[in-house]
């Protein structure tokens, strides 16, 4: 059981390049989300998914996007990647955006824009 | 909005001190109540959860209080080991508006246990 996958663990961008964080749990979770991590500012979410072909916006959308085709698969995209982003990015999944169920997370993508 | 707020760090102990971490909380509703820990490295884990008023949640000698009329839900320790360094979360779920149910943390409180 391998729980919330993330890849890849370290990436360093130039300022204006794209590149597609990955995200893949295996427990047939509804929710899933993306969190940035800064220091002091504790997570931040970025966007969210109440299953499959539903997204929304979260706290800090901007110069991000994603996409749900399938339950288990959840990638954010850097369309063109500034300092400002470089950020730890993690992302969580959960059964349910509800009640009592706990989220999962992954390891977390360290990301350098220089 | 939903807020939380947690005690400051960092926060440094000997082993086998008495720890606890100050959260409170602002929701609409009836939030669910966790702690989270995050330690060196890795992503965050589940601690502990409260989904009730007056539930308690506890967890590997953890225990923290889902008190509403405070808005409280204080983490505690009664000792610690070297291997509780980490830092922890405060989250609450409540609605946040059109039809969204999210998860806030609080800004995490650093634990360095010291030998």
């Known amino acids: 059981n391998a729980g919330v996958t993330q890849t890849p663990k370290f990436q360093v961008l130039k300022t204006g390049q794209s590149m597609t964080l990955q995200c893949a749990q295996d427990?047939?979770?509804?929710?899933m989300s993306w969190y940035r991590q800064d220091p002091g500012m504790g997570l931040r979410l970025i966007h969210y998914?109440?299953?499959?072909?539903?997204?929304d916006q979260g706290e800090v959308p901007n110069g991000y996007n994603v996409s749900r085709s399938t339950t288990e698969d959840f990638p954010l995209r850097l369309l063109s990647a500034a300092p400002s982003q470089t950020s730890v990015y993690f992302c969580?999944?959960?059964?349910?955006?509800?009640?009592?169920?706990?989220?999962?997370f992954g390891s977390g993508t360290r990301l350098t824009v220089v | 909005g939903n807020s939380v707020t947690q005690m400051e760090g960092p926060v440094t102990l000997s082993e086998e001190a008495f720890l606890t971490i100050n959260c409170t909380y602002t929701?609409?509703?009836?939030?669910?109540l966790f702690w989270y820990v995050q330690y060196p490295g890795e992503g965050l884990q589940l601690l502990l959860k409260?989904?009730?008023?007056?539930d308690k949640g506890s967890n590997k000698g953890f225990e923290a209080t889902y008190r509403k009329e405070t808005t409280s839900f204080h983490l505690e320790k009664g000792s610690v080991q070297v291997s509780d360094s980490a830092v922890y979360f405060c989250?609450?779920?409540?609605?946040?508006?059109?039809?969204?149910?999210?998860?806030?943390f609080g800004k995490g409180t650093k634990l360095s246990v010291i030998p």
């Open positions: 427990m047939n979770h509804e929710y």
């Open positions: 998914s109440v299953g499959a072909g539903i997204t």
């Open positions: 989250a609450l779920r409540s609605y946040s508006g059109a039809g969204s149910y999210q998860l806030t």
């Open positions: 929701a609409t509703g009836y939030p669910s």
């Open positions: 969580a999944s959960s059964y349910s955006d509800r009640g009592g169920y706990g989220y999962t």
């Open positions: 409260a989904t009730k008023a007056d």
